[in-house]
């Protein structure tokens, strides 16, 4: 469009100057007719000196004015270079402004893909926990008395020696310390 626009600029400079040089010629032609027709005519008619003499001051004003459009027609051209310099100019920020929103729309796709998976990882964290507190609060139940008083436990040390299990024996040891410690935070995540 810009391209047409210049070339569009050009081929009315050239016209214009064409038809300036035609105006020109067909002015000059007129002139030298009318001098001829002057001439013939100058034995009936009689011309002031003054008409005749303001002739060619007419004929440097008509240079005068072809002069001025030709300035003009200059100076028409050379704005509408700038416009189309502008334009580019305009057309060059354009790009610029799309690719930093296809960029921005790319960072918010990635953005948005780490803020799922981020989400996903948080979910799997909450079922996780969730399945942990129910594995400690079904072992908390009172369905399963593994919690036992103190004067249970100092029995089952007395009986130790003779069963072979007891208090001291590490397997055994392990699970009543973590029935323990699921007794109480069951306790507390009831309160």
């Not at 399963?144 to 089952?156: A, G, K, R, Y």
Request: proline share 2%; aromatic share 4%.
């Amino acid at each position: 469009m810009l391209m047409q626009l210049c070339d569009y600029a050009v081929a009315l400079n050239h016209q214009l100057k064409g038809e300036i040089s035609e105006l020109g010629c067909e002015i000059i032609g007129r002139m030298k007719v009318e001098k001829v027709a002057i001439s013939s005519r100058n034995q009936t008619i009689h011309l002031s000196q003054d008409e005749i003499s303001s002739l060619p001051t007419n004929l440097d004003s008509i240079w005068e004015a072809i002069r001025i459009t030709e300035e003009a027609v200059m100076e028409n051209q050379k704005r509408l270079l700038e416009h189309v310099a502008e334009l580019k100019k305009m057309q060059t920020l354009g790009q610029q402004v799309s690719e930093r929103i296809e960029n921005l729309e790319k960072s918010s796709w990635q953005s948005q893909k780490m803020f799922q998976a981020v989400a996903e990882r948080q979910d799997k964290s909450d079922g996780q926990l969730n399945a942990v507190k129910q594995i400690i609060l079904d072992w908390s139940e009172p369905k399963l008395p593994m919690v036992q008083t103190t004067e249970q436990h100092q029995s089952m040390e007395v009986n130790a020696s003779a069963s072979g299990i007891g208090a001291y024996h590490t397997d055994t040891a392990n699970l009543m310390e973590f029935v323990v410690i699921g007794h109480t935070i069951s306790l507390n995540y009831r309160s």
